[in-house]
């Protein structure tokens, strides 16, 4: 009752129409409108008859039908009891709302008609963007702990036949199509489902980590959701709130369009600038991005030491790699974490020290959440590790494996891992982190069961469910507090760490650098490239290219400067041995590595990647490419051109996201001028390439020339 007495003398806070200054807010008593210039959403508040929902949601130009006049807005369950915007709330007030990213907008507080939930809805809008940004803020007004499950933070529906028999779903990061009922999962940070009759849509962003986030489109019935996994999903979300206190959930973006014949343009502009600009993904926050990585994995694996890796580090200086990372093998155990005098006698800080006198950022991998059962932490703390169903200690990496268990975030863990990762990147001066394995659940097990933690001692987690997304967010919030302490650091988060086969997604964007998404072995030539073009072009451009940590070429591959060619398109990485190439070829190298890095200071090519105009997904028998250009100078970037079997020895390139205005130079690498034309004649004209091999590529400069 006190709760109800509190929540209810709030409401003679009454809400003026017209009160709020906020530029993209303002509301009466009866009605909130969000708008920002470029897109509108209205909500019904609860003073008409007691329910919040979305009455209007559309772009301001031009028709937009797509969606209910009603829309539930939100839906979640509370003790097994459905809450929604159609259930009853009274409305405690509005605030404004912003964030450090230029964010604004209003939160609304609720309370449910049962008195046992305080809810604030918060909405954040930003400059000429069309993404309006959500979250849920749920708060226990009970004298217990509840249960909080299956939460959809966005829930839209649509009216009657058409939009759910005509509308195209992109799902997998907006690149496959698919037509009929979808059910997401944690490939699906984006989707966009498009009608292509009325040429209008919707983006649906899940900022959800990994195998936490659900997105549907038309699955049970005819709606939208994007939120979090329901109770009966094979990871269910589940959090436990005490006493008085507040759960807020994910972030989730929406973004509608119309006048657009296919997704492609919202795809290739709006999203990735958004992400770029607003989300605040961690490349964003790096005064430096990396252009030219080394990786000593393959083909060495664990078999390093201190000779072979200062012989590997001259070499990769010598073609001109800028960052140098050291590899599974240097480390006496897992989870202990310390250095193997025998491989290193003299420790790894001189190593270090030579390959920054080299020019390069040393970094090291390390196994984040792992320890064998012989270390001396495992022995000391085995009550830190995850246990499954039966109480035992297990690897969720690879279950059944007995060299190494993994470790429970909710427990000490945390702060000793935290320790060891602090110090070498303080003392040894690393400038880049690969973090790896599993912490949550496996890319190689078939079995949802082994996944999370079943302990019910762990102050992290009360249960199983718990566990999976505690987990998940201790993680980042053990990458958050490595980057106060040294905000260069990179941190390469794998998709293992993640838990989905090249998995990923825009939390884990928003914590780290960058992501391990492939192990490519076993393929030389044009197969390899073909296969890095591929994840670049199908995880790009809803996510940030530079975090594409696309292994694992070879420098001494055959054909290793398409290789290159390819992987620019990402984040160029290479790992083999450079030892075995000649003068001549480590001369190249350095040339492909000062052009990058060249482009990278002239242009910023790292913060971009768009699709090139016709040239689709890369494939046998086609023409593929990719551009680097920066939309916000306009001033320039790189571009990408592929033929991979093609029967074609010539196609047109046409550029698109220039100033039509201003004249631009196409050049090859070496310098040579290509063509010369107005920004509107490279979109609508182009320039010919001519690729006289059937696998082979080019690389191109586009720059604006000053009159």
């Not at 993404?131 to 509840?146: E, P």
């Not at 394995?437 to 079943?454: E, I, L, M, R």
């Amino acid at each position: 009752m006190r709760y109800f007495l509190i929540f209810f003398s709030l409401l003679t806070l009454a809400i003026q129409p017209g009160y709020s200054i906020n530029p993209f807010a303002k509301w009466t008593k009866t009605e909130l409108t969000l708008c920002n210039g470029v897109v509108s959403r209205i909500f019904q508040l609860p003073a008409v008859d007691g329910t919040f929902v979305t009455t209007s949601y559309k772009p301001l130009n031009g028709d937009f039908n797509y969606f209910s006049y009603s829309c539930t807005d939100f839906q979640f369950e509370v003790n097994d009891v459905v809450y929604s915007g159609k259930t009853k709330w009274e409305l405690v007030k509005i605030e404004y709302a912003d964030d450090s990213k230029e964010g604004s907008g209003a939160v609304v507080t609720l309370v449910s008609s049962d008195k046992k939930i305080g809810l604030s809805v918060k909405f954040l809008m930003y400059p000429n963007s069309p993404a309006i940004r959500k979250s849920l803020i749920v708060k226990n007004l009970t004298d217990s702990d509840i249960r909080l499950e299956s939460v959809d933070v966005e829930k839209l529906e649509v009216p009657g036949y058409y939009p759910v028999t005509y509308s195209w779903i992109y799902h997998d990061y907006g690149r496959r199509r698919y037509i009929g009922n979808y059910d997401g999962g944690k490939q699906d940070a984006l989707i966009i489902v498009h009608d292509m009759n009325t040429e209008q849509g919707i983006v649906l962003g899940n900022e959800a980590t990994g195998v936490m986030k659900h997105t549907s489109v038309f699955w049970e019935t005819q709606d939208i959701c994007v939120g979090l996994t329901y109770k009966n999903a094979l990871f269910p979300f589940r959090k436990w709130i005490g006493k008085g206190e507040s759960f807020e959930t994910p972030q989730v973006f929406t973004m509608v369009y119309n006048n657009q014949k296919t997704p492609d343009e919202i795809l290739n502009t709006a999203v990735p600038d958004f992400v770029r600009k607003y989300m605040g993904v961690r490349l964003s926050e790096l005064n430096e991005k990396p252009t030219f990585v080394y990786n000593t994995w393959e083909p060495f694996f664990k078999n390093i030491d201190e000779k072979l890796v200062m012989e590997l580090a001259k070499a990769a200086s010598d073609a001109g790699m800028k960052e140098f990372i050291i590899d599974d093998g240097w480390q006496d155990s897992y989870g202990d974490w310390g250095i193997d005098y025998k491989k290193f006698p003299n420790g790894l800080k001189p190593v270090f020290d030579y390959i920054k006198s080299l020019g390069m950022k040393p970094g090291l991998w390390v196994s984040i959440g792992s320890a064998a059962p012989s270390s001396k932490v495992y022995q000391a703390h085995p009550e830190w590790f995850v246990t499954d169903k039966d109480g035992a200690a297990t690897s969720l990496h690879a279950p059944g494996d007995k060299e190494k268990y993994t470790a429970c975030f909710g427990t000490g863990w945390y702060d000793y891992i935290k320790k060891i990762l602090l110090k070498m990147a303080v003392e040894y001066g690393l400038e880049y982190y690969k973090l790896d394995f599993a912490v949550v659940t496996s890319a190689y097990t078939f079995d949802h069961n082994q996944s999370g933690c079943y302990s019910t001692n762990h102050t992290g987690h009360k249960d199983h469910n718990e566990s999976l997304f505690t987990n998940y967010e201790r993680l980042w919030q053990l990458f958050d507090e490595l980057h106060e302490a040294k905000p260069e650091l990179f941190i390469d988060c794998t998709f293992e760490t993640l838990g989905g086969t090249q998995a990923i997604d825009y939390a884990l964007v928003k914590h780290a650098e960058g992501d391990w998404l492939s192990n490519f072995a076993g393929a030389e030539g044009e197969k390899t490239d073909i296969r890095i073009r591929n994840m670049a072009w199908w995880r790009s451009p809803a996510m940030p290219a530079t975090a594409l940590v696309i292994g694992n070429p070879q420098m001494q591959d055959i054909g290793w400067e398409t290789h290159i060619k390819s992987i620019a398109g990402a984040l160029p990485i290479m790992l083999g041995d450079p030892r075995k190439l000649s003068e001549s070829e480590l001369k190249t190298y350095r040339g492909y590595a000062d052009w990058l890095q060249l482009m990278e200071s002239k242009y910023g090519i790292m913060s971009f990647r768009q699709d090139l105009p016709g040239f689709g997904e890369p494939m046998e028998g086609m023409w593929d490419g990719f551009q680097r250009i920066n939309t916000e100078t306009k001033e320039g970037g790189i571009i990408g051109v592929f033929r991979h079997g093609s029967v074609e020895s010539a196609r047109t390139v046409t550029v698109n996201w220039l100033d039509p205005l201003k004249t631009y130079q196409v050049k090859s690498m070496i310098g040579k001028d290509v063509a010369r034309l107005s920004g509107t004649e490279l979109k609508n004209k182009g320039f010919v390439v001519t690729l006289g091999e059937l696998y082979s590529g080019e690389l191109f400069e586009i720059s604006q020339i000053v009159m």
